[in-house]
């Protein structure tokens, strides 16, 4: 595969950019690679500098569930366009994509629309303060809610409840706030909030964890934390930035029928363009200026040509039998590859829900917290090559997940999995 161009622009972006990228795992740093510069993407193929062709199961990290370049998106984008592209003032498209939001999604009343997944945590994380008027606030570890201070946050050492931060430039007394417990353990929920409940404003989790490996949480858990948050006043707070409009339209509440008091919206909701949200009942959202106490804003919030993008996007997903038929596609083309790795005893399994996937080099051993997860990304790594030199594009970690997208037919699909198959025969025989 040639990549003489990619390399130049990447040696190039090392000038401008800190690692030569605007987010890190873009680098390809995991896989010891080279980032590839992607300048064309059409359906479920991208186009790299150097002319290779991948089938893509990247999808920009999940916002894509159409697909590159849908012509539902594009037209609609390019109309909106037309009459230029940011007013800070309300438009007619706000409301459009908020109704089409909200006339289906049972959880919350009332949404604000933001600018990225980051920026809709961050606010609802101040909303649940500011509404509770407590300070403290539950993460799992192994959950992603992006790059928010009180979210930078790892479990201390030994017995020490409270945080320690994960990035410099993030204050002890911040991480200080946030109590990190392990996923799926009822008993540490538990005594965490036994010993600090009137401190705690909420409980943030990724109903389903997909940013550190697939972490498919018991529904036991889920319901546990749900009742745990409402005989103590926690708000919990469900960040759907990933699994929102991807396992169902409203998401993992929907999928799992657990209700939050707090949701976060990101990726998909945008299609391909930068949206987030958050949302909650009328009540809570009352407190948000300028009705309420709580602070937030944003120049480009509800940007029209954004909220275009999403109209469309979310037009498609709302069809009958949409998820339906994505989560089908999915356990069809994974289920060849399971079953090869099986027959050879190959220790790989690719774990799923909906058209999530993940790939596991610990054979079928369930994986529910971030510490079940082998640490040894050398598989991954090698898997990743073998399958850019057959034209399969995966995002460059081990420790992210893929996506199936509507663009990505059934014959596409089984024709990967052969590739994924001989790929592995390469890696482990
Ligand atoms: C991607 C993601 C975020 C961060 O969203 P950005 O748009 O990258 O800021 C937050 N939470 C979850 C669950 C995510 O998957």
Not at 5 to 33: C, H, I, M, Q
Not at 59 to 73: D, F, K, M, T, Y
Not at 88 to 116: C, H, Q, Y
Not at 346 to 372: M, P, Q, V
């Amino acid at each position: 595969m040639k990549t003489t161009t990619s390399e130049a622009l990447f040696a190039t972006a090392k000038n401008y950019f800190p690692g030569g990228v605007n987010s890190p795992v873009r680098a390809f740093k995991s896989v010891d690679g080279s980032p590839l510069f992607i300048k064309k993407g059409d359906g479920c193929r991208i186009w790299d500098e150097d002319d290779n062709e991948f089938i893509d199961f990247c999808c920009s990290w999940g916002p894509l569930i159409l697909g590159h370049n849908h012509p539902a998106v594009y037209e609609k984008v390019v109309a909106t366009m037309q009459n230029g592209s940011s007013f800070g003032a309300p438009t007619r498209l706000e409301n459009e994509l908020a109704e089409l939001i909200l006339s289906r999604n049972p959880f919350i009343d009332k949404m604000r629309f933001v600018s990225s997944g980051t920026e809709a945590v961050m606010s609802a994380l101040r909303l649940a303060r500011g509404y509770t008027g407590k300070d403290k606030v539950i993460k799992f570890e192994g959950c992603y809610h992006g790059h928010v201070d009180a979210m930078l946050v790892k479990a201390g050492s030994g017995l020490v409840t409270f945080g320690a931060s994960s990035s410099a430039g993030v204050p002890e007394s911040f991480a200080q706030e946030t109590i990190v417990l392990p996923l799926n353990d009822i008993e540490a929920l538990k005594t965490c909030v036994a010993n600090y409940k009137n401190e705690i404003a909420c409980a943030i989790i990724e109903p389903i964890p997909a940013n550190n490996g697939l972490l498919l949480q018991e529904k036991t858990f889920l319901v546990a934390l749900r009742e745990i948050c409402t005989k103590n006043g926690i708000l919990l707070f469900f960040d759907e930035v990933i699994s929102g409009f991807r396992v169902a339209f409203s998401g993992a509440a929907e999928y799992y029928g657990i209700k939050p008091d707090l949701v976060t919206y990101g990726k998909i909701i945008g299609g391909g363009l930068p949206v987030g949200a958050y949302g909650a009942s009328k009540e809570i959202m009352a407190r948000v200026s300028p009705d309420g106490d709580v602070y937030q804003a944003g120049t480009l919030s509800g940007n029209p040509v954004a909220m275009a993008a999403g109209i469309a996007q979310l037009t498609e997903c709302a069809k009958p039998g949409f998820y339906e038929e994505l989560e089908k596609r999915t356990v069809d083309f994974i289920a060849p590859i399971n079953a090869h790795a099986k027959a050879n005893n190959y220790a790989f399994e690719i774990h799923t829900i909906g058209s999530i996937f993940w790939l596991s080099f610990a054979g079928n051993k369930t994986i529910r917290r971030a510490d079940d997860i082998d640490p040894d990304m050398t598989g991954f790594k090698h898997l990743h090559h073998a399958l850019l030199e057959v034209g399969v594009y995966l995002g460059p970690s081990g420790y992210e997940v893929g996506f199936v997208s509507q663009a990505h037919t059934p014959e596409i699909l089984a024709e990967v999995a052969v590739k994924f198959c001989q790929a592995l025969d390469v890696i482990y025989v």
